[in-house]
């Protein structure tokens, strides 16, 4: 889940296609990592809301997809949920480099890390 300032964003389509190539693929990514768990107090905080992040196993997320499955097939419907994608998408503290972006184009993400200093 990236947290980018939606100015970077924009500076870096611009900047593509000022003077990008066609078929570039860029990750246009915040240059410092902020966990989910960050981001969702982050947010919270932002709404006036106190969240919490809390842990749920991957068997337990499989064990209640395999237990909707088997309720969908008594009922007659089709199931069309891929477990192994939603335990991916619940893990997905992953980091996307920007380097590309950086290099060919001269982006940087300012407005980001200025918004991140101040809060």
């Not at 939606?6 to 593509?16: F, N, P, Q, S």
């Not at 990008?20 to 990592?33: A, L, Q, R, W």
Request: charged letters at 30%; glycine letters at 6%.
């Amino acid at each position: 889940m990236a947290f980018i300032h939606a100015e970077d964003v924009a500076y870096a389509v611009t900047r593509w296609l000022a003077d990008g190539e066609d078929g570039s693929i860029f990750n246009v990514v915040p240059s410092k990592y902020i966990s989910s768990r960050e981001w969702i107090r982050a947010w919270g905080k932002r709404k006036n809301l106190s969240l919490k992040s809390i842990f749920i196993p991957g068997c337990i997320i499989r064990f209640a997809g395999l237990s909707l499955k088997i309720f969908k097939k008594m009922l007659g419907k089709q199931n069309r949920a891929d477990m192994k994608y939603a335990v991916a998408c619940a893990k997905r503290d992953m980091c996307y480099s920007n380097e590309a972006l950086k290099k060919s184009l001269g982006w940087e993400d300012k407005a980001t890390l200025e918004y991140i200093k101040r809060h």
